[in-house]
């Protein structure tokens, strides 16, 4: 059992015999804002006081009297104002965790608490009517991650990409493939338009486009979108794919929308109307999401007898269901938070619960150069790519700068800070860490004695640099949990930052391989494990973990 939910096994147990109910009260484990308020802090009291009507410090000071902790568990109990209960791990308890690090490996960090239930995580699906921009490798970044971070608590996670690869833009991809391939050829009329998507990057796709193939589509419809469209829809799908490997990020599925129709889409209209949240108006039909506290009811089918967007997207759904999901999440982009209550809706008919489906919004990414902003707009053809952006900087940067904020937040991407190649670079800073302390081992195998780990006496280590590496260590665990169910890996970026300062830090004032053998044999076991967990962090948020730089 890990120290954490030990901790709660003897909180939940203060808490019965105090004859405290705590239900409905989640028990939350944290970290002190400032280092003299202990390791481990919670605000229990604070949320028992609503309930039970008593002063939190009241409650936390009882509380703090029942605990039942061994002094080589933790050394000191507080109650700090407005009601927190702080703890001090022991010295023992830190040492015991740093040899689990060790012994674990790859699999500390990981837990089980997923039970192998199965979830789904959609991210990207970005319209493959162009290459990848720059918010869809931001949301690569954070769905990648998300599945990674499920995985790693027992979840078997799935990644999808939904492929919209029908419906009104595949027609206006067409119209301006085939501009772009009359162009290429002289043929274009007077007045003729390039359509919806002018970018320069359909030149390249009607390169591809022989005299034979366009001669057929032509024949086919006179002014011939539907060849065209899906020509362009295959070939940019592939350039999609591609970029995504690229950027080191893998999915499980693409799910292309075209086989959801018509079957699937018309059975999703017929639940909705079976359940009676369906009405005519106006030629149209409508689904009553206002029952369910949407703005207005949504258009399921127009008046012309098309399904909307809407109604595909409720079909897409309905077969995630009746894949056996337990839960799924889609991660939207920036511009869909009306999407999200009509979708809660459709959730809650075809699942019985509209927290089956869960949303998460990645925010808008703005590229800049020096103070100047770069235009990143797929229609109007001044588009700043996915994979321009790895030429430039790297997958692991970029992943990692996607990382750094709250995914639902706008992020401002310095390519300066980027392209730079020291401790300035966030994603350097830590690599630097890993890849010192393999120097460090390296170095050690020529001077020390080889010893057994299990011999090695960590207890010398007690220094307030080595106390505080060990801290960090031990909360390893918790923050994967935390990011995980929270669904913000951006948690990782920020322990891996503050692990590689305390590292650092430990690494100016002490030195590691002194005449010392016992010593040093105790501060290499330490920064082995350091090394694990900075391999273990960097190996979840998908970026290298070097062993020199």
């Known amino acids: 059992m890990r120290f954490r939910e030990v901790i709660g096994h003897r909180l939940k147990d203060a808490l019965h015999r105090c004859g405290y109910v705590t239900d409905d009260v989640p028990l939350v484990l944290e970290r002190p804002r400032l280092k003299e308020h202990g390791d481990i802090a919670t605000p229990i009291a604070l949320s028992l006081a609503k309930v039970l009507k008593k002063s939190p410090m009241e409650i936390a000071e009882r509380v703090a009297r029942e605990l039942d902790f061994a002094q080589d568990e933790v050394s000191k109990i507080e109650v700090a104002k407005p009601g927190y209960l702080n703890l001090r791990v022991a010295h023992d308890q830190l040492l015991r965790n740093v040899r689990e690090c060790r012994v674990e490996g790859d699999a500390y960090g990981a837990t089980d608490i997923g039970k192998g239930a199965r979830c789904q995580i959609e991210y990207v699906s970005a319209n493959p009517t162009g290459p990848l921009v720059v918010v869809s490798a931001r949301a690569a970044a954070v769905g990648s991650v998300i599945v990674n971070l499920l995985r790693s608590i027992g979840f078997a996670a799935e990644g999808e990409y939904y492929v919209n690869d029908c419906g009104n833009q595949v027609q206006a991809l067409g119209k301006s493939l085939r501009f772009r391939l009359r162009e290429r050829l002289g043929h274009l009329g007077a007045g003729e338009e390039?359509?919806?998507?002018?970018?320069?990057?359909?030149?390249?796709?009607?390169?591809?486009?022989?005299?034979?193939q366009a001669a057929g589509w032509d024949a086919d419809n006179g002014t011939a979108t539907a060849g065209y469209g899906d020509f362009a829809t295959e070939h940019l799908l592939a350039v999609i794919k591609e970029d995504l490997r690229l950027f080191g990020v893998k999915f499980d599925?693409?799910?292309?929308?075209?086989?959801?129709?018509?079957?699937?889409?018309?059975?999703?209209?017929?639940?909705?109307?079976?359940?009676g949240h369906a009405y005519s108006d106006s030629g149209a039909?409508?689904?009553?999401?206002?029952?369910?506290g949407d703005e207005k009811d949504r258009v399921l089918v127009k008046s012309d007898g098309n399904p909307t967007y809407f109604l595909g997207d409720i079909a897409y759904h309905l077969d995630k269901y009746r894949r056996g999901y337990k839960w799924v999440v889609d991660i939207l982009g920036p511009d869909h938070h009306g999407h999200i209550p009509r979708m809660q809706a459709a959730s809650s008919v075809l699942a019985g619960d509209k927290n089956w489906l869960k949303t998460l919004i990645v925010g808008w990414v703005r590229l800049l150069e020096g103070d100047r902003p770069l235009s990143m707009s797929k229609r109007s053809g001044e588009i700043i790519t996915m994979r321009e952006l790895i030429e430039d900087v790297?997958?692991?940067?970029?992943?990692?700068?996607?990382?750094?904020?709250?995914?639902n937040t706008p992020l401002d991407f310095d390519l300066e800070l980027a392209r730079k190649q020291s401790d300035e670079n966030p994603v350097y800073y830590v690599q630097y860490a890993h890849a010192r302390i393999a120097n460090v081992i390296r170095f050690a195998k020529t001077k020390l004695q080889k010893k057994q780990i299990e011999s090695i006496d960590l207890s010398r280590l007690d220094s307030p640099e080595e106390r505080d590496l060990m801290v960090q260590l031990l909360f390893f665990p918790s923050e994967v949990e935390a990011a995980a169910l929270s669904?913000?890996?951006?948690?990782?970026?920020?322990?891996?930052?503050?692990?590689?300062?305390?590292f650092h830090r430990f690494y100016h004032e002490h030195r590691i391989v002194t005449d010392d053998q016992e010593m040093s044999n105790a501060r290499l076991y330490l920064v082995e494990a350091t090394k694990q967990v900075l391999s273990n962090v960097l190996r979840l948020t998908g970026v290298d973990a070097p062993n020199s730089m």
């Open 194 to 212: 390039i359509g919806a998507y002018p970018g320069d990057y359909l030149k390249a796709v009607a390169a591809r486009v022989t005299a034979s």
């Open 253 to 275: 599925n693409f799910f292309r929308e075209s086989t959801l129709h018509p079957h699937t889409v018309e059975e999703a209209r017929r639940i909705i109307e079976d359940n």
């Open 285 to 292: 039909l409508y689904f009553r999401t206002t029952t369910f």
């Open 394 to 407: 790297g997958a692991d940067v970029a992943k990692y700068l996607f990382l750094m904020r709250r995914s």
């Open 487 to 502: 669904f913000e890996p951006h948690r990782l970026t920020t322990y891996a930052r503050e692990l590689a300062t305390l």
